[in-house]
């Protein structure tokens, strides 16, 4: 073996190991057993020892091995060395091999030194900051040209930038000056900037950039914009951008199924969270307690009750045992509706699995009694919540008080209103509106007048529900004069009037038989300057105002006011009662266009809109596509679309729909053969009409 071959092995040890003191002294150990066995005598220079744990250490001069004089000796030098390979890179003991051929040289990868721990982040940040345009901040950045910042340092460093301009400046000259490798981590940093300044446009075109340069957009990626464009409203976006992620096949997560349906059902867009929640149980996600009783409020708020109930049924399937809070959403939702007996049966249920009662559970139910005439258990349940370990609260008090006055209860309603304040409960604006109805009630219109006095001077502000129930009492007590004046002055006075006050005063003026006075309130509804259009299109189309209230609807969706979901919904039940079916589908293009989804009851209406045009063709789409959105119908809405394809006289259709809502578990089966049979009747199709009849018969559902 040459001289030099043995001087680069060795060099090549000393280089590859200076980064640790253990094998400084192993080196250290090899310089000694080469002079025990006098082959070196004076091996390294006096100041070699600092020249292994420096970091930037030359080769070793040929000299050093200028001693040997043998080619003996230089070989017993190279077998040592190459021992000390082996033991420091772990391979099998080869020295026969070693000492028969050339060892082979392998490149080794050059390590990049980054000066992260040398550069304050806290300055450079500064000094990007006052920097004012791209070309300075380029220069700013142009001794880093390099990359002698890592990926890492430069990503913290764009997630600390609050300016959306300046990081997305950042990000092209660390893809276009540095030329780093394109990283996600940098383009999510950057994305969640600009949609935290609602920049849109701009998160799109930093999508399609990441996708130019080869980067699969992650489940960050999508879960920012899918949070920030449902929280601004834009549900369409953010579904598209959810649709996108599932074609990339990139999971989505539980939480943010569940941000969505949670931001769905704050809009009161009940059939988007209807149709996220199908989403979530389609991409294999088991939803946990907490989605599931926002589920069941969900479909409770879309009137959806039996899906409501069956959710608990699903629940106990799936291992998710319902709680307190499932089973008082439940509550809530029947009672909102006016279903008391489905509230008490619930709540036996509730007593029957042993599921603790909560102060929500314990109000509902004295609501549920009182609403069904049982003001005695209404208020044992009250004066026994203590007994449970549960202190009644002001909605307790409050709900007892109203239960008392439907019962017409009223000395016991006087009695726990003064017995809230010698104890010093707390006393709330409902509280007073209770006792002032109360009052009214009890024709004691004086002392109703002069609760309004004694809240004010509590420091409780009346609402436009303590006004409208004064001036409904003066009305039923023929002070009519004194109710239109109260109602000038709110005016005046800058009070905002809601939707109740003002019908109020018109069915005030009505009963007086005084309908000028009506008209003209609801003719300046057309142009309201102190309340919002949305208000006024309630309360037009609450009244059956149909030209005021389409003249206001048009001006208010041109303008982008109409922000209520249930805007839209009135106006198509205010044109779907007067026959006006070209302006039922007129609304409703509105409504999806602005992006919101129809509820089961709306999506009836339009359908019997289509059919009264003879478009079948748009029912069918608008069917179809509610469908596949994941919207769950109620059963009407599927009989309707049956009658529809009779209508047309597509009984392959007809049979198609049947079969399936045959096999759907959640359908009435003996509505469905009875609209099934009617519709061959009417088509003069008697034998199919027949047999349908028969097939009830068969399998037992004409009985059920």
Not at 46 to 58: A, E, H, Q, T
Not at 675 to 690: C, G, P, Q, T
Request: glycine share 4%; hydrophobic share 40%.
């Amino acid at each position: 073996m040459g001289f030099l071959e043995i001087t680069v092995i060795f060099q090549t040890c000393i280089i590859s190991d200076t980064r640790t003191t253990t094998n400084y002294k192993v080196i250290k150990m090899y310089v000694l057993a080469l002079s025990v066995t006098s082959m070196a005598v004076d091996l390294l220079p006096s100041s070699s020892p600092s020249s292994f744990v420096s970091p930037r250490i030359s080769y070793v001069k040929t000299n050093i091995f200028s001693p040997f004089s043998k080619t003996q000796k230089r070989r017993a030098c190279f077998i040592l060395v190459s021992v000390y390979k082996d033991v420091w890179r772990r391979l099998p003991d080869e020295t026969t091999s070693l000492l028969s051929s050339s060892p082979q040289r392998r490149p080794r990868k050059q390590r990049v030194v980054h000066l992260d721990h040398s550069v304050d982040m806290d300055e450079l940040l500064a000094s990007i900051g006052r920097t004012t345009n791209e070309q300075e901040l380029f220069s700013l950045m142009s001794i880093y040209k390099g990359r002698q910042l890592s990926i890492r340092f430069m990503v913290s460093l764009l997630s600390r930038e609050p300016d959306w301009r300046r990081s997305l400046a950042l990000l092209d000259w660390i893809n276009e000056k540095a030329l780093y490798s394109p990283s996600v981590f940098a383009y999510n940093v950057v994305i969640r900037n600009v949609l935290r300044a609602k920049q849109w446009e701009l998160a799109h075109g930093l999508f399609d950039e990441m996708r130019q340069k080869a980067l699969a957009p992650d489940r960050y990626t999508y879960s920012m914009l899918i949070t920030y464009f449902g929280k601004e409203g834009m549900f369409d976006s953010a579904l598209s951008w959810l649709q996108k992620m599932e074609q990339d096949r990139v999971s989505g997560d539980l939480v943010l199924y569940s941000n969505l349906i949670e931001l769905s059902r704050k809009l009161c867009d009940y059939s988007k969270a209807i149709s996220i929640f199908s989403r979530l149980k389609r991409s294999g996600i088991v939803p946990d307690l907490v989605a599931y009783n926002s589920m069941i409020n969900v479909f409770g708020k879309a009137k959806l009750f039996r899906e409501a109930r069956l959710l608990l049924q699903e629940m106990r399937a799936g291992g998710v045992m319902p709680d307190t809070v499932s089973y008082s959403t439940l509550l809530s939702m029947y009672v909102e509706n006016g279903k008391y007996v489905k509230a008490l049966s619930v709540f036996s249920e509730m007593n029957d699995v042993r599921c603790p009662l909560d102060i929500t559970t314990c109000n509902v139910m004295i609501d549920v009694y009182g609403q069904l005439d049982m003001a005695k258990e209404a208020d044992r349940l009250f004066w026994s919540m203590r007994k449970m370990g549960i202190e009644p609260n002001v909605v307790s008090y409050n709900t007892l008080l109203r239960v008392y006055g439907e019962a017409e209860l009223f000395g016991e309603a006087i009695h726990l209103f003064r017995l809230m304040q010698r104890k010093d409960i707390e006393q709330n604006v409902v509280t007073y509106n209770t006792m002032i109805k109360i009052y009214g009630k009890s024709l004691e219109h004086e002392k109703a007048t002069n609760l309004v006095q004694e809240m004010q001077n509590r420091g409780i502000e009346p609402n436009a529900i303590t006004y409208s129930t004064i001036i409904s009492i003066w009305d039923k007590a023929g002070k009519l004069d004194r109710a239109a004046m109260l109602f000038q002055k709110l005016r005046s006075s800058g009070i905002e009037i809601d939707q109740v006050l003002y019908q109020t005063m018109i069915v005030a003026y009505e009963r007086a038989g005084l309908v000028g006075h009506a008209k003209r309130l609801l003719h300046e509804l057309k142009r309201p300057d102190n309340i919002p259009r949305e208000t006024a299109i309630t309360i037009l189309a609450g009244a059956g105002r149909i030209e005021e209230a389409t003249w206001v609807f048009r001006q208010a969706f041109e303008a982008g006011e109409v922000k209520d979901i249930n805007v839209f919904g009135r106006m198509i039940d205010l044109f779907s009662r007067n026959r006006k079916h070209t302006n039922v589908i007129e609304v409703f293009d509105n409504m999806r266009e602005a992006g919101y989804f129809p509820d089961s009851n709306v999506i009836a209406l339009v359908l019997n809109a289509c059919g009264k045009l003879r478009e079948f063709e748009k029912a069918d789409a608008i069917y179809k596509e509610m469908e596949e959105e994941g919207c769950v119908f109620s059963d009407e809405v599927h009989f309707q679309m049956l009658s529809l394809y009779g209508s047309r006289g597509n009984f392959q259709m007809v049979d198609s729909l049947f079969e399936r809502l045959e096999n759907d578990p959640n359908i009435n089966k003996k509505e469905l053969h009875l609209v099934v049979a009617s519709i061959y009747e009417r088509a003069n199709r008697l034998n199919d009409a027949s047999q349908i009849m028969n097939k009830m018969r068969e399998r037992g559902v004409l009985n059920s």
